[in-house]
């Protein structure tokens, strides 16, 4: 099956997730050793006559087996929950020639741990379910819609064999796709850019078809829907605590020896301390949300690749189905991205990731004549950011074990177990220095996305009524802008109040305040007022002066006026009264004689030393944490006053486009999306984007 071009990808020159980290930092990464040979033995209860009804039933004019053999199919540390077999099998048929067939049979571990588990939640008939009795449906579809695919490899159910050996029915048994050249890529390297895209599309399939299936067949059983653990959302608790306790236990331990550690090492406490209560409704299918069955483990040994001669790829085929779920997608995105990926990729090109995803899902909804509503893309990232503390499981509980090297001691007992061995085995995963080099840059970038704490939906809080403001009295301009309408002296009261020596204003003069092109509204100018002091010495005053050049089309002076002399002094006050001195804007001031214009009178800060940014060069990183900080500042001030006060006029509901100015900015974007397609032209690769612009404007 062949690969979509991918049309736009990250530029080589993306900065990692920390562009200014020194190169003296970076971990180096050491290469696999050899695989480590898996001692565990083959169970003595499996034999060749489970196997004659299978063969009877799939090949062809089957007689009899002529030889049987069944060997651990994967090295240490490949595979923990499961004992992955090989079973290769000589069939003799009628006609006495020899056909070598060749299964892959997945076998539950015989220890309490996994007996224990099995009583709660038996995901080999989870995976037999949707191995025997989903995929093959899903393949039907596309076929109807005139599209081959294949998701995963054919599976098959003992019956027999089951009458004389119960154990089977705690095994999966699967077809070979060895035979067909499909392979595990290295686990330590992760997957190249092509290859995820690959995984995407193949999971966009996947995740399309149980869609669309459910939407015509209505819900799917309960395994499915609740995953493996059911409804008994306790139940699931109970044993996710078991399995995660002691692994937490040593991570935390752990994190704190990583670069910045001490700065996620309280977060990812709380994180775990919150998580029994918001683990499993995170993974629930919300009604009002798009919703797939997940893989619910799709990390790169679960994934199977072939490659032409040459070493092309040609195809990928999903395995290990024991944790499937009916949620939301970003459930497998997250896990897929975050385990799975070259770590050189996993960070800077996970929205294009989103994206392509994304593309490929819409395409095969569409393909299968989906009914219901498509997601958007944005409706996608957003699931992500709600959804994204999800990403910190797989994190700590499976790429450690994806970049740990193979060693004897990765067993299912030492995974989840509290005992000495098992310590120490979580010790070798969570001081790997490939791990730490992956987790140094994961654990910053979860943290600059919000995604260490747990979402929790807001709740309202009820704040005790207020009574509006009313707006300041202004008076339009009935003419154009002439400062024959104010004078120096006008200054005199303003700046005796600042000026304890103030003896008379000497003269004044204005100026334009902004240069051409960096003001397109009112119009700004700068006063210079010359006051002489009683020491006959004369001082300079700088103000802005703000003046209303047209309120026809919606008049924003009065708002304006409010915050510079009511706002902006309460929240600064706040501050205060804290104990923090924050300057958050200009001081204003107003004339006591009555102007017909609308105006703001400033400050002008330049007196102060501060200076316009290049507007056309933008802000470098240092100046926009500046930025970024003031307005957080503004923000928490103003929810502060909000619950002191109460709420806010309505007229604050609103921004600058209202009622009364809706039809002048339809106007004015009609106008630009016209400029835009005259000038589309001579933007780079504008084609991909053109037509959403054109439907945003």
Not at 522 to 551: G, H, M, P, W
Request: proline letters at 5%; charged letters at 25%.
């Amino acid at each position: 099956m062949g690969l979509s071009n991918s049309k736009k990808k990250p530029e080589a020159s993306i900065a990692p997730v920390n562009a200014t980290q020194s190169e003296t930092n970076v971990t180096t990464v050491p290469k696999a050793p050899p695989v480590a040979v898996n001692a565990t033995p083959v169970p003595n209860w499996i034999n060749e006559s489970q196997f004659v009804e299978i063969l009877t039933q799939n090949v062809p004019h089957f007689s009899e087996i002529r030889s049987f053999n069944a060997e651990a199919a994967m090295g240490a540390g490949e595979n923990y929950a499961t004992l992955m077999l090989r079973v290769k099998i000589e069939a003799e048929l009628k006609d006495k020639t020899i056909k070598p067939v060749s299964f892959m049979m997945k076998v539950a571990h015989d220890t309490a741990q996994m007996q224990e588990m099995l009583k709660v939640a038996n995901f080999f008939d989870v995976e037999n379910e949707v191995y025997i009795d989903l995929i093959p449906k899903f393949e039907e579809l596309y076929k109807s819609k005139g599209l081959n695919l294949t998701l995963a490899p054919r599976a098959y159910r003992f019956n027999e064999g089951l009458k004389t050996e119960p154990k089977l029915k705690n095994t999966v048994l699967m077809y070979d796709l060895g035979q067909d050249g499909y392979k595990n890529v290295s686990r330590v390297k992760g997957l190249n850019v092509q290859q995820a895209e690959l995984v995407l599309r193949k999971l966009a399939q996947y995740h399309a078809a149980s869609a669309a299936y459910k939407s015509i067949h209505g819900p799917y059983t309960d395994s499915i829907m609740y995953g493996m653990f059911g409804a008994d959302v306790e139940k699931a608790m109970d044993m996710l605590n078991t399995m995660f306790a002691s692994t937490q236990k040593v991570f935390l331990e752990n994190v704190k020896n990583y670069r910045d550690g001490y700065k996620y090492h309280k977060k990812l406490k709380t994180y775990f301390e919150k998580m029994r209560d918001n683990f499993i409704s995170l993974g629930m299918a919300k009604p009002d949300e798009f919703n797939v069955i997940n893989h619910g483990d799709c990390w790169v040994n679960n994934l199977l690749f072939k490659f032409d001669q040459s070493g092309n790829l040609m195809d990928m085929l999903f395995v290990d189905f024991q944790n499937p779920r009916y949620a939301h997608p970003a459930t497998d995105l997250l896990y897929f991205i975050m385990t799975s990926v070259d770590i050189s990729y996993k960070l800077t090109y996970f929205d294009y990731f989103i994206k392509y995803y994304h593309d490929q899902l819409v395409e095969h909804l569409k393909l299968l004549d989906y009914k219901e509503r498509v997601p958007k893309l944005v409706e996608l990232q957003i699931e992500t950011y709600k959804y994204g503390s999800w990403a910190i499981m797989p994190c700590y509980m499976v790429l450690p074990v994806v970049l740990l090297d193979p060693t004897e001691s990765a067993t299912f007992e030492n995974f989840l177990g509290d005992t000495e061995a098992a310590v120490d085995f979580k010790q070798k995963m969570y001081t790997n220095k490939r791990y730490q080099h992956c987790m140094e840059q994961i654990l910053q970038w979860l943290d600059n996305r919000g995604l260490l704490e747990i979402y929790e939906p807001p709740r309202a809080l009820p704040v005790a009524a207020a009574p509006s403001i009313g707006p300041v009295e202004q008076t339009k301009s009935q003419s154009d802008l002439d400062l024959d309408w104010l004078n120096s002296q006008d200054f005199a009261e303003l700046i005796v109040a600042q000026e304890p020596q103030f003896e008379k204003i000497v003269g004044g003069a204005s100026t334009t305040a902004t240069k051409p092109g960096d003001n397109y509204g009112d119009t700004l100018l700068k006063v210079n007022i010359e006051v002489q002091l009683k020491d006959k010495s004369t001082k300079n005053y700088d103000f802005v002066l703000k003046v209303q050049a047209d309120s026809s089309i919606a008049n924003y002076f009065p708002k304006e006026l409010e915050v510079y002399g009511k706002y902006v002094p309460a929240f600064e006050q706040l501050y205060t009264e804290a104990g923090y001195s924050i300057r958050l804007s200009p001081r204003s001031y107003r004339f006591n004689k009555a102007i017909k214009h609308n105006y703001l009178l400033m400050e002008d800060l330049r007196r102060i030393d501060f200076e316009m940014a290049d507007r056309r060069q933008g802000l470098d990183l240092d100046h926009t944490k500046s930025v970024l900080k003031k307005i957080a500042q503004w923000h928490a001030a103003s929810l502060k006053y909000k619950e002191l006060n109460g709420p806010y006029p309505s007229k604050y509901n609103d921004g600058k486009i209202c009622e009364n100015s809706r039809q002048f900015f339809q106007k004015l974007y009609e106008s630009i999306g016209e400029g835009f397609v005259r000038m589309k032209h001579n933007f780079k690769g504008v084609e991909e984007y053109a037509h959403k612009l054109l439907l945003a404007l």
